[in-house]
């Protein structure tokens, strides 16, 4: 059951609204931004320590807002305790990747579907398409209702070896990042200042034990995720991640993950001003430029349209 709250105009062009998604002790928010009704939905969902707000602005700005600005139906989930859905992640939060995974993801897609009578785009950044891959792999009875599989950033394992790698990597995310939770109950990127988010203990261990180079097995129930993607017959896929994304998305570790999936027909890009783009793009201005509107976004819509 949803729960709709009023609806606002940006730039008197879209409006949004938020749409919950009730369950039994928790609320999933979807913010809905569109042009007109009748337009191909788009289902986005972000990664770690972020929310929705990476791919919209209340004000108009972000991917979201442009691809409605273009006539598609957007919707914007916030998983579960991040961004406006509820309740926020406390010390008493024990969900994890595993319930993004095999309910939250699958509840919102099944709930568009459902709504639009349509067949969906889905749009992730960084942590987000690891979930939505697993999402499809877990779950191919959801293929008919997808699209297409977007994907900006997005690495599962990093495998390339830097400096950076043993300080934001080994040192912060796999050493210090799980002290801090524990003493706090929850990882509390957003006091701390460096995420727009907070994470629960099971996320931000279930993160560790994928970003480290390991196999793609379920740490909760040790799902095989790579064995079922080898036999997934994917939907059309496409990669995107900047040249000044150097860790978090950098290209070596997202073309890792495009085989690790078996998708032999995935598109990649790298965007760079080598490349021809306006701007040698890093993990989040590959989504937030403000001239990411005249650069890839618009060879983006033209793929979409043309699925």
Excluded at 11 to 32: A, G, M, N, P
């Amino acid at each position: 059951m949803s729960n709709n709250i009023s609806a606002t105009k940006t730039k008197d062009i879209v409006e949004q609204k938020s749409i919950f998604i009730e369950q039994s002790d928790y609320k999933l928010h979807l913010r809905h931004i569109y042009k007109c009704q009748g337009g191909v939905p788009v289902l986005m969902v972000h990664g770690m320590i972020e929310n929705g707000r990476i791919f919209y602005s209340e004000s108009g700005k972000g991917f979201g807002c442009y691809l409605a600005e273009q006539g598609f139906d957007v919707y914007v989930l916030d998983l579960r305790g991040r961004g406006k859905s509820i309740p926020l992640i406390n010390v008493e939060a024990d969900h994890g990747q595993y319930e993004s995974i095999t309910e939250d993801i699958p509840k919102a897609i099944d709930y568009i579907a459902a709504k639009t009578k349509q067949s969906l785009h889905l749009v992730s950044h960084s942590w987000g398409g690891v979930l939505v891959a697993s999402v499809l792999v877990r779950h191919p009875e959801l293929t008919d209702k997808v699209r297409s599989n977007l994907c900006f950033a997005s690495k599962r394992s990093i495998i390339h070896k830097s400096f950076e790698k043993r300080l934001k990597l080994d040192f912060f995310w796999n050493w210090l990042a799980p002290k801090i939770a524990k003493r706090k109950g929850y990882l509390d990127a957003k006091a701390l200042k460096f995420g727009a988010d907070n994470e629960t203990l099971g996320s931000l261990a279930h993160c560790v034990a994928w970003v480290n180079i390991s196999d793609w097995h379920d740490p909760f129930d040790g799902f095989d995720y790579f064995s079922a993607a080898q036999e997934f017959s994917w939907p059309p896929t496409w990669h995107l991640t900047g040249i000044r994304d150097t860790i978090l998305g950098n290209q070596i570790d997202v073309k890792h993950f495009i085989k690790e999936c078996n998708d032999k027909s995935a598109k990649f890009t790298l965007l760079s001003k080598q490349n021809g783009n306006l701007v040698d793009y890093d993990h989040n201005n590959i989504l937030t430029h403000p001239r990411a509107h005249e650069d890839h976004f618009p060879k983006i819509i033209h793929w979409l349209n043309s699925l």
